[in-house]
Every structure is written in C-alpha cells, then in structure tokens.
C-alpha cells in the first residue's frame, strides 16, 4: 500500500502531522507492506528565492493578526510539537521560498533518502537557530546529513530546472486531487486525510485502506501434463 504526502517546510502543520502519522504506522502491524512518498507543494509559490523576513511578520500581514496573537499561536503550536516530541523554536524563525529543498526532495527521492531529508529539513527550520532560506550552503549541509553526496545537492541547486518539472507535477496532482492546504494524506489513491490529525484517525485510515486493497492473486499450478510454462530459460519441450 502506498501512502503520499503532501506538504512544505514551511507549514509547522506538516511537521506535527508527520509525527502523529509516524506514531500511527509503528504501531500498525502491516507496516512492512506500506511504501511513504512525499509530494510537493508550496505555501508560498509566488515569493522569490532572496524573499526572506521574519516568521512572525509575514504572519501579522497574511492574517491580520497582532504580533501578539501571532507569538500566541507559535507557542500553541510549541506545545502541540512537544506533545510529539518535537523541538520548536518560536521565536526568530524565518519564512521564505522553499521550491529549492522541494527540488533537493525528488533528490533524495531518486536516492532513497527522501524521508530522512525532509525530517532533516523540518527540524533545521523549525527547531534550530541557523535559516535554511538565502544560503543554499546550509541546504546542502542537511542534504549531506540525510545521506546524500554534496556534489549532487551543489548540482541540482545550480541548475534551476533540475526536478522543476517534478515539484510542479507534484503541485498539479494536488489540485486535481482537490487538496489546497497541507498536510493532505491519499492512501492508495483511494482515500484522503487532510490535516494533522491525530495518530488514532491515522490508523484507522490505515487500516481501512488495507483492509480494501485487491486480495492476492492465487496462483492455481496444477501438476502432469498441461502445465507447462514458458519462462527466462525457454520453454519446455513436449517428450514423446
């Protein structure tokens, strides 16, 4: 069964959703047979790349909110992520254009390092002091912690078309799905979660997607004549 998420960095509902979904899938006895993919998709689409201010500014402008209604909601969301065992740092956070780690994510992905990237990048953003917006040297330093080679991030960072097509395919499929907010969970393409839910609607999801999944093909492979195949070796030849 395959489960795909979609979410940015810079959505603190994506990093505590992550965590409450986690908790439901250790504990789910199938674990073994689900695959995770993460999907992008951008809060902020139209900000430029050098377009760096303050988390608690942008929120003052995009909500009309106070600075201390803003600081309020920070230090809920602190003790939601704490609630998951989660850092978070609610004062002097940055906000910015994340298309780039979007980009480094189908990196990772082609890797095999995807999950470990974008924890990485979570917990850069919204638990440690150095910004992962305007230096793309500290981007590639969390790539490199995730696994993956420097020269590769370097590459893929220097070149503004590498995996753009995939973040903007990722971002298309989102819509046609009806998703406009993150975190949203499909779960084998036949149901969605949106929201960072809490771990037990997560694992009643997971069970009853998996409980709805096809049954195995059984293979009926009778012995004696008319059973045989043709395979890699060739086939087998009738023997008078």
Same mark, same amino acid.
């Given at each position: ?9 810079? %959505? /603190?509902? %994506? ?29 902020? /689409? ?7 201010? /303050? ?9 009309? *909110? ?34 780039? *780690? ?58 503004p078309d590498a995996y ?24 084998d393409r036949k149901y ?21 999944? /096809? ?26």
């Amino acid at each position: 069964m395959r489960v795909e998420i979609w979410s940015d960095i810079a %959505c /603190p509902w %994506c990093y505590v959703g992550k965590a409450r979904f986690e908790k439901a899938l250790d504990a789910f006895p199938h674990r073994e047979g689900v695959e995770v993919v993460h999907r992008s998709f951008e809060l902020d /689409p139209g900000r430029a790349k050098g377009d760096i201010e /303050p988390v608690l500014k942008m929120l003052t402008k995009k909500y009309g *909110m106070s600075e201390a209604q803003a600081q309020a909601g920070e230090e809920n969301l602190k003790s939601l992520a704490a609630a998951e065992g989660l850092a978070y740092r609610t004062r002097d956070r940055d906000h910015g254009n994340t298309f780039d *780690m979007h980009r480094l994510l189908h990196l990772a992905k082609d890797k095999g390092r995807q999950d470990e990237l974008i924890q990485l990048f979570y917990q850069a953003n919204f638990a440690e002091e150095k910004s992962v917006f305007g230096d793309d040297e500290r981007l590639v330093s969390v790539a490199v912690a995730a696994g993956i080679e420097a020269d590769d991030a370097r590459r893929v960072l220097a070149d503004p078309d590498a995996y753009a097509d995939a973040v903007r395919a990722d971002e298309r499929e989102a819509a046609e799905l009806g998703a406009n907010g993150v975190p949203f969970f499909v779960l084998d393409r036949k149901y969605g979660v949106s929201g960072a839910q809490p771990a037990e609607v997560f694992a009643q999801a997971l069970t009853q997607a998996w409980g709805e999944r /096809p049954a195995p093909l059984k293979i009926v492979q009778p012995e004696g004549d008319g059973a045989e195949v043709c395979g890699p070796d060739g086939c087998a030849v009738p023997q008078k």
